[in-house]
């Protein structure tokens, strides 16, 4: 995939294999630089949506 996304630009793959590379570690570092809480906060508020919500004891059978 990267060495035909380098020939349709004219790139190196090499310059497209970085550029995948360094995304890769921005997503990571944008995720351990966020508010602990915040993120709880958004999980919180995805749950009920997505169906995973927290489970009681009395939820289970």
Same mark, same amino acid.
């Given at each position: 995939?990267?060495?035909?996304?380098?020939r349709?630009?004219? $790139?190196? #793959?090499?310059?497209?294999?970085?550029?995948?590379?360094?995304?890769?570690?921005?997503?990571?570092?944008?995720?351990?630089? =966020?508010?602990?809480?915040?993120?709880?906060? =958004? =999980? =919180?508020? $995805?749950? #009920?949506?997505?169906?995973?919500?927290?489970?009681? #004891?009395?939820?289970?059978?």
């Amino acid at each position: 995939m990267q060495v035909t996304i380098a020939r349709q630009l004219g $790139l190196e #793959p090499t310059t497209v294999g970085n550029f995948f590379m360094n995304a890769r570690r921005r997503s990571q570092d944008k995720w351990k630089d =966020e508010d602990p809480k915040a993120v709880a906060v =958004e =999980e =919180e508020q $995805l749950s #009920p949506t997505i169906g995973i919500g927290q489970r009681q #004891p009395s939820d289970v059978l």
